[in-house]
């Protein structure tokens, strides 16, 4: 969406652009220094691009919401449903609420407000075809609304349930149940009904981290009670696995822009596991605030360090003992180095 940043930087240099293509038109008598010339004198392109500043802004907004690392999942649906919302009662009829899979063209006010800006800049330039630029932002937003609702999920109405999972819902006495959302994930007729229980009950707990929806189900998940078990632990595990969903493709992106870093060509024989391992490693120290300069290793883990108790398997195959682990091939120990940390 870099492109609302660029239309800004056009308006405030509008009058500049078009003397710079009127020159060199003129001098240089470059055809597509004509065509650029040309577009400036035309005030209509300048108006369009003064509805699409914040059009465009709106969206932009919650774009970068879905792309940040530190957002909050349980809101970021209600922010994607609010500005289908927003934009779609630009162009409708006032009052009139559509129905799901409902086409805009049949709702559409004949003489929308289209902002302040906007509506400004036309009653002072009077172009002539003002009726052709309305028709051309109306159906700029229409189609951007149909684009927007065709990416809406079929099951939203449940998914924005997720908004119970945050921190002022989840811990309010008054809340309603969670079942409906908990079905889309769990069919055990048991476990859901132990979820219904912990759900009713979690508020009577006191927890520390009611600042951050994340913290506080990783509190509830720690938790223990008397005898050392976790009275919410079906809550907590289907919490975490809703918030864990990936909310757009930012953070799978993210993931191989890592992965390139990691996996470079002087290092382009790391194996799958050595290549995970050290991305769990990169993130597992992010998630805690730490690095690789001065996370301290524990001693038990020291004490691998350069023998092939390092490179043991963890895990071992059925009936084998301890002794018969399956060790890492001499190509695979090479890709372990102390480097990879970083």
Same mark, same amino acid.
């Given at each position: 969406?870099?492109i609302?940043?660029?239309i800004?930087?056009?308006?405030q240099q509008w009058?500049?652009l078009?003397t710079?293509?009127?020159?060199?038109?003129?001098?240089e008598r470059c055809?597509?220094?004509?065509?650029l010339?040309?577009?400036?004198?035309d005030?209509?392109n300048?108006?369009?691009?003064?509805f699409?500043?914040h059009?465009l802004?709106?969206v932009?907004s919650?774009?970068?919401k879905?792309e940040s690392?530190?957002q909050?999942?349980t809101k970021?649906?209600?922010?994607?449903?609010?500005l289908?919302?927003s934009?779609t009662?630009?162009?409708?009829i006032?009052?009139?609420?559509?129905?799901e899979g409902?086409?805009?063209?049949n709702?559409l006010d004949?003489h929308p407000y289209?902002g302040y800006?906007?509506?400004?800049?036309?009653?002072?330039?009077?172009?002539?075809q003002?009726?052709?630029?309305?028709e051309?932002c109306?159906?700029f937003?229409?189609?951007?609304a149909?684009?927007l609702?065709?990416?809406?999920p079929?099951?939203?109405k449940?998914?924005?349930?997720?908004s119970l999972?945050?921190?002022?819902?989840?811990?309010?006495?008054i809340?309603?149940?969670?079942l409906?959302l908990?079905?889309?994930?769990?069919?055990n007729?048991?476990?859901?009904?132990?979820?219904?229980?912990q759900?009713?009950?979690?508020?009577?707990?006191?927890?520390n981290?009611t600042?951050?929806?994340?913290?506080l189900?990783?509190?509830?998940?720690?938790?223990?009670?008397a005898?050392?078990?976790?009275?919410?632990c079906?809550l907590?595990?289907?919490a975490?696995t809703?918030l864990?969903l990936?909310?757009?493709?930012?953070?799978v992106?993210?993931?191989?822009?890592?992965?390139?870093i990691?996996?470079?060509?002087?290092r382009?024989r790391l194996?799958?596991k050595?290549?995970?391992a050290?991305l769990t490693?990169?993130?597992?120290?992010?998630?805690h &605030? @730490? %690095?690789?300069?001065?996370?301290k290793?524990?001693? $038990?883990?020291?004490?691998k360090?350069?023998? *092939?108790?390092a490179? +043991?398997?963890t895990?071992?195959q059925? &009936? @084998? %003992?301890k002794d018969e682990?399956?060790l890492?091939s $001499?190509?695979?120990?090479g890709?372990?180095? *102390?480097?990879?940390? +970083?």
């Open positions: 969406m870099s609302v940043s660029a800004v930087r056009i308006l009058d500049e078009k710079h293509f009127e020159i060199a038109r003129r001098d055809f597509t220094a004509q065509l010339y040309e577009m400036f004198s005030k209509k300048y108006v369009f691009l003064i699409l500043k059009i802004g709106e932009q919650v774009n970068k879905f690392e530190v909050d999942p970021l649906l209600n922010d994607l449903v609010s289908v919302d934009i009662a630009k162009i409708i006032p009052g009139r609420k559509l129905k409902e086409s805009l063209q709702h004949p289209l800006e906007f509506e400004k800049e036309m009653h002072q330039c009077k172009i002539p003002e009726r052709e630029i309305r051309r109306i159906q937003v229409v189609e951007l149909e684009q609702r065709q990416r809406l079929d099951n939203v449940v998914l924005k349930k997720m999972l945050s921190v002022n819902e989840c811990l309010n006495q809340k309603p149940g969670i409906e908990a079905q889309m994930f769990v069919t007729e048991e476990i859901l009904t132990r979820i219904d229980f759900w009713k009950k979690l508020h009577y707990m006191s927890w981290q600042s951050n929806t994340l913290d189900w990783a509190e509830i998940a720690s938790y223990r009670d005898s050392g078990e976790n009275p919410f079906d907590s595990d289907l975490l809703i864990s990936p909310h757009s493709n930012a953070d992106e993210r993931v191989f822009s890592h992965m390139n990691v996996k470079s060509k002087l382009n194996n799958l050595s290549l995970n050290i490693i990169r993130y597992g120290l992010r998630r &605030g @730490s %690095s690789c300069h001065t996370y290793l524990p001693q $038990e883990v020291l004490k360090i350069g023998t *092939l108790r490179y +043991e398997a895990t071992q059925p &009936g @084998s %003992s682990a399956t890492y $001499e190509e695979e120990i890709d372990w180095e *102390l480097a990879d940390l +970083e």
